[in-house]
């Protein structure tokens, strides 16, 4: 009896820190894992870093995570937050990240202004090219295009609402123009259903079967800062701020600049 009761006593110990190990192996993986979201004008230099910060970072993992700054697709940064999405760190347009720091939803005490990004435009590979150097050969390209696409983000919102207006062309324009919900305007402009197309250059630029004319002029150019936040929710502070450090360093500023955006100087 003895014996089979010391027996019966070691199984229930062995039971018990097994069953302990399994009910904090997640708590101690979601430690580890940090979610963070970019918008898609720092998507590519985002995935890039993101995996270097991994290895460089033994232990931890950053799940990445895609949507768009402003909007109203079920995907954007805004409506994610508002389903009580559990996010850590938050990549995304300037103004939109205070927006939310206004409501208190990100931390404002963390936010990092990474780098910049500049409106270009692109036709169609292989379709003719026109000049964007000056504020009249800017008109004449959206005149004379058949078909014109612009995001429903940061880069179209100025386009829609203040770009067409400066330049006297609203009506003309959108007539024949559209604004592009989530879907990347460069893929509209490769699949030949707008002849041309702006937006941010570092979201044009993986684009296949496109051909980027060039950025806007100075005197029209709406320069947008891509910054980083912290939820204020979040639950790995520590993480975040690491990983946040980690973008803004020296070391990530050569993969901005290869994306596509303009790297702030540190």
Not at 34 to 62: C, H, I, M, N, Q
Not at 166 to 194: D, H, W
Request: hydrophobic share 45%; charged share 20%; with cysteine.
């Amino acid at each position: 009896m003895q014996r089979q009761s010391s027996l019966l006593r070691r199984r229930f110990v062995h039971s018990a820190v097994m069953a302990a190990a399994i009910s904090t192996a997640p708590l101690a993986q979601a430690a580890d894992r940090l979610v963070a979201v970019s918008s898609g004008g720092f998507a590519e230099a985002f995935k890039e870093l993101a995996v270097r910060y991994e290895k460089d970072t033994p232990g931890v993992t950053v799940d990445r995570q895609f949507g768009p700054s402003m909007g109203e697709t079920k995907q954007a940064i805004p409506a994610r937050l508002a389903r009580g999405e559990p996010l850590d760190v938050l990549i995304m347009v300037g103004p939109a990240l205070d927006k939310l720091i206004e409501q208190g939803v990100v931390d404002g005490a963390t936010k990092v202004v990474l780098a910049d990004s500049y409106i270009a435009c692109a036709v169609p590979a292989g379709a003719p090219a026109p000049e964007l150097g000056t504020v009249d050969q800017v008109k004449a390209a959206f005149l004379s295009a058949p078909s014109i696409a612009w995001s429903d983000s940061a880069s179209g919102e100025y386009i829609q609402n203040v770009l067409l207006k400066r330049l006297g062309i609203e009506a003309e324009v959108k007539a024949k123009g559209r604004q592009i919900p989530a879907t990347p305007v460069g893929e509209i402009v490769a699949s030949r259903q707008a002849a041309f197309g702006c937006q941010q250059r570092s979201e044009l630029q993986p684009v296949k079967g496109i051909r980027i004319v060039g950025e806007l002029p100075a005197e029209l150019q709406k320069i947008t800062p891509y910054a980083a936040g912290i939820v204020a929710s979040s639950r790995h502070r520590a993480q975040a701020e690491a990983f946040i450090r980690y973008l803004a360093s020296g070391g990530s500023a050569e993969t901005l600049t290869r994306s596509g955006l303009h790297a702030r100087t540190w």
